[in-house]
């Protein structure tokens, strides 16, 4: 394994024609070995991938350092991308695509494989109309690797090169994507009869809502807290339930957990006796769709599949 405490000189160290050599002298098999290091989170087990000795994938990064003279990925447990490492390995996945796609070009009727498009998609348009949408793309030879992820921190994996598009709620471009507005989803708060007796009989005030309980999908999830700024300013700490998925956040709130935005495509799923709104206004959260700025049919077509369904699902 590569020592921990290795040194590389700066890129500035060197003038910039040598830097710019060195970079467009990387190899594919350093890309590749970054990528499986990476991925499998260590070089044993990317060894294990590409059927070589661990020393010899070792070598490579050694060598990948040293040539651009940049450190490209933290010695932990799981092994991580530096950032310059994450800059690496989008190239290394954009080429993986591309190198995908020309091999079914090439092969045309013979079984080359499928071609694997990751993406980030907010667990809501996953349940509701994002797998829809994408069931003819997926019996189209494109293998799908979607990663649940909140739309507000969505945008992080296709900085870092994790996926090739997302769907978010960040609507500046990342630098070297595309961005398309899809829509906005309407969500509802939401509680069960009984529960708005309870707690909000005089409805949703700045005491009501620092004290009854509230349903949170997880940590990052922001949605109830922004709601309740349209109530109050002050700063509330409310007693929190987390279930992080959709269908189990919907049915805590239907089973008197706690309030919490229900999206509106989900509601006429609850009778009245077990889900009641307690405000006819919706929240409306825009989505985007990012992708990578990259010449890719595959890509392409999971882009357009995304695009139509969300003009077709969401407020406009």
């Known amino acids: 394994m590569t020592p921990t405490n290795q040194t590389a000189s700066r890129p500035t160290d060197r003038p910039p024609t040598q830097f710019a050599k060195a970079v467009r002298s990387i190899s594919i098999e350093q890309l590749t070995a970054l990528q499986q290091v990476v ?17 010899a994938i070792s070598q490579r990064i050694k060598n990948l350092e040293s040539q651009i003279g940049q450190i490209v990925v933290q010695r ?7 950032e310059t490492g994450q800059l690496l390995l989008r190239f290394a996945r954009q080429i993986t695509l591309a190198q995908q796609e020309v091999m079914n ?8 494989g499928a071609v694997s498009i990751r993406v980030a998609v907010n667990a809501d348009s996953l349940e509701s109309w994002v797998l829809p949408s ?35 709620a960040e609507r500046n471009p990342v630098q070297g994507c595309s961005i398309t507005r899809l829509g906005a989803m309407p ?19 700045r005491d009501s809502v620092g004290e009854a309980p509230l349903v949170q999908y997880d940590r990052n999830d922001r949605m109830q807290y922004n709601f309740i700024h349209r109530i109050t300013p002050a700063t509330v700490h409310p007693p929190t339930h987390y279930v992080p998925t959709s269908v ?19 509601l006429p799923s609850y009778s009245e006796d077990r889900l009641v709104t307690l405000c006819d206004e919706p929240v409306l ?30 407020v406009q």
């Open 39 to 55: 991925e499998n989170g260590g070089f044993e087990a990317a060894a294990d991938e590409l059927h070589i000795s661990q020393s």
């Open 105 to 112: 070009l090439i092969a045309k009727d013979q079984n080359s």
């Open 134 to 168: 994408l069931a003819p793309v997926a019996q189209c030879g494109i293998a799908l690797d979607i990663r649940r992820q909140d739309e507000n921190i969505s945008a992080e994996l296709l900085r870092s090169g994790e996926v090739m598009a997302a769907i978010t």
């Open 285 to 314: 959260l825009p989505l985007y769709w990012q992708q990578w700025k990259l010449s890719s049919p595959s890509l392409d077509s999971v882009a357009q599949a995304i695009i139509k369904a969300g003009h077709d699902a969401l």
């Open 187 to 205: 969500y509802y708060p939401a509680c069960t009869p009984e529960f708005r007796r309870r707690w909000f009989t005089g409805g949703m005030t």
């Open 248 to 266: 189990g956040y919907n049915d805590a709130v239907a089973l008197g957990f706690g309030w919490g935005l229900i999206p509106g495509s989900t």
């Open 76 to 82: 932990t447990k799981p092994i991580r991308a530096t």
